[in-house]
C-alpha cells in the first residue's frame, strides 16, 4: 500500500506576478492590501521587484505638490525598471497630468477604486493559468499585509466632511463613508486571531464615524452595537490575542468632538492604548478661521488637563502647519505659547504648501518661504524641548513595549533590539531601543522593559529583571 507525502506546492502554468509600490499615507497603505488580496483570489503572484512582475500598480498620493512630484518620480521609475505600469491612488483623480508626464502608463484609477484597478489588471495581464485552474477560485486563506504581522491598520470609513482651506481630501476620496460596525469588528476580530498585537485605528476623521449612517447599530456577538466611536473603541478593548491578552489598541485622525472624553476612562482602564493622534493645524483663532476649522483652541487645554487627570500616561500627538497665507508673527507667537502650554507629547510640522483645488491658494497675504522655514525651524526646536523633557521623566520607569525587530549579535554576543512603547505609533513615532536581549526575542512580543536613557525623540533600555 502507498502512503501520502508532503511535496511542495507546484507554482500554477502562466501565473502572472504583480509588483507593488504604494506611497502616502496608512489609509493608502490599507487600499494596496485590500487591491493585493483580490488579485491573490483571482489567481495573481506577488512580486517583490520589478524584474519578476507582469505588471506593476503604483499607489499614488496626491495631497501636496511634494507628494505628486514623488508620485510622478515613482511611476517614472517603475516604467524605466518595467515598462508595464497602471496607476491608482489620489493623484489618479489627475489623469490628465499623469498621462501628459509619463504617456505609457496602461491604465490610470483613482483613490479606493477597487473594481477599476482590478479589471485594468485583468484588461492588461489576464489571469490566465489553464482551462481547469481558470475554474476554481484560488486560495486565499488570509488577507495580504504590507506591514509586519503584529500590526495593522484597521481603516473604519472612507472620505470626508470638512471643508478645510488647505485640504483636497473630499475632492479625492468624497464625502465620509462609514463601514459597518459588525464589518469593522469582524475584520479586527480576524486580525487579532491571525496574530495581531497592535491594531491601528484610521480615517479620515474617527471621531465623525457613524455620523453619515445615523449611527446604525448591528448585531455583533449577543448585543447591538452603534457605528459609533466609543462604542467601537469599547468594543476593540474587548478583543483579546492569543495570549489572551488585550491588543493595544490606538486611535488616529481624532477630531477633538466632546464624546471623545469618554474614551479616555477606557484608555485608564487599560482597554485601549493611552495615546491620541489629533489634527490640531493650529492654535491662533484667526488662522484656525482663514483654516475653516474650529477655533477652540483654549477649551482644548482645558480639555487635555482633564484627560492627563484621567490618565496620566495618555500620549497626545499632532500636527502642525507653519507659514499659512496670513499667519502674522503674532499668530506664530501664539502658536508656540499655546504649545509651551500643551506640552503634546510628539509634533510633527508642515510648511504650507498650495495644493492645486484647495481654497487657501486664493487668500491673500502669502508667508515667503525664508519665513516658512525660519518659523518651522522654531517650532521644532521648541517641540524637541519639550518632547527632551518628557521622554527624560520616564528614564528609571519600567515601560511596556512591543518589539520591531532584533539584531544580529555583535562581536561580543550581545544582541539589540528597537521597538515602541505606547506613545509611539509606527513610522510616525519615536523607539525604544534595547540592549542585551535573549536570543528567543521575537518582533510582536511586548515586554516590559526599564528605560535607561533619553534623547530628544528616543528612548533606551533593558528588559526588565
Known sequence: MSTLTSSPPRALPDQKRIGMVSLGCPKALVDSERILTRLRADGYAISPDYAGADVVLVNTCGFLDSAKEESLAAIGEAISENGRVIVTGCMGEEADAIRAAHPQ???????????????????????????????????????????????????????????????IIPQLRGKLASRRIDAVLREAEKLVAA??????????????????????????????????????????????????????????YVYPYPHVDQVIPLM??????????????????????????????AKVLDRLRSWRETCPDIAVRSSFVVGFPGETEDDFEYLLDWLAEARLDRVGA????????????????????????????????LTARISAEKLAAKVGRSLPVIIDEVGEPDEDGD???????????????????????????????????????????DLFGVIAG
Not at 195 to 223: C, F, M, N
Not at 350 to 378: H, I, Q, W
Not at 426 to 455: C, F, K, M, W, Y
Request: aromatic fraction near 6%; proline fraction near 8%.
Open 105 to 167: 502608463v496602461l491604465a490610470v484609477t483613482g483613490a479606493h477604486q477597487y473594481e477599476q484597478v482590478v479589471d485594468a489588471v485583468h484588461t492588461h495581464a489576464p489571469p490566465s493559468q489553464g482551462p481547469f485552474v481558470d475554474l476554481i477560485p484560488q486560495p486565499s486563506d488570509a488577507d495580504i499585509k504590507l506591514t509586519p504581522r503584529h500590526y495593522s491598520y484597521l481603516k473604519i470609513s472612507e472620505g470626508c466632511n470638512h471643508s478645510c482651506a488647505f485640504c
Open 195 to 252: 496574530g495581531t498585537q497592535e491594531l491601528l485605528v484610521i480615517s479620515q476623521d474617527t471621531s465623525a464615524y457613524g455620523v453619515d449612517i445615523r449611527h446604525e447599530p448591528r448585531r455583533w456577538k449577543d448585543r447591538e452595537v452603534r457605528a459609533h466611536m466609543t462604542d467601537l473603541a469599547r468594543e476593540l478593548g474587548e478583543l483579546r490575542t492569543q495570549e489572551s491578552r488585550a491588543p493595544w489598541v490606538r486611535l488616529h
Open 268 to 297: 485608564a482602564e487599560g482597554l485601549l492604548t493611552p495615546y491620541l493622534d489629533i489634527p490640531f493645524q493650529h492654535a491662533s483663532p484667526k488662522v484656525l478661521k482663514l483654516m475653516k476649522r474650529p477655533a477652540n483652541e
Open 350 to 381: 508642515f510648511r504650507f504648501e498650495p495644493v492645486e483645488g484647495a481654497a487657501a491658494n486664493a487668500l491673500p497675504d502669502p508667508v515667503p518661504e525664508e519665513v516658512k522655514e525660519e518659523r518651522y525651524a522654531r517650532l521644532m526646536e
Open 415 to 457: 544582541i539589540g533590539a528597537t521597538g515602541r512603547s505606547e506613545a509611539d505609533a509606527p513610522d510616525i513615532d519615536g523607539a525604544v531601543h534595547l540592549r542585551n536581549v535573549p536570543s528567543d526575542l521575537g518582533a510582536g512580543q511586548i515586554v516590559e522593559v526599564t528605560i535607561e536613557d533619553a534623547d530628544e525623540h
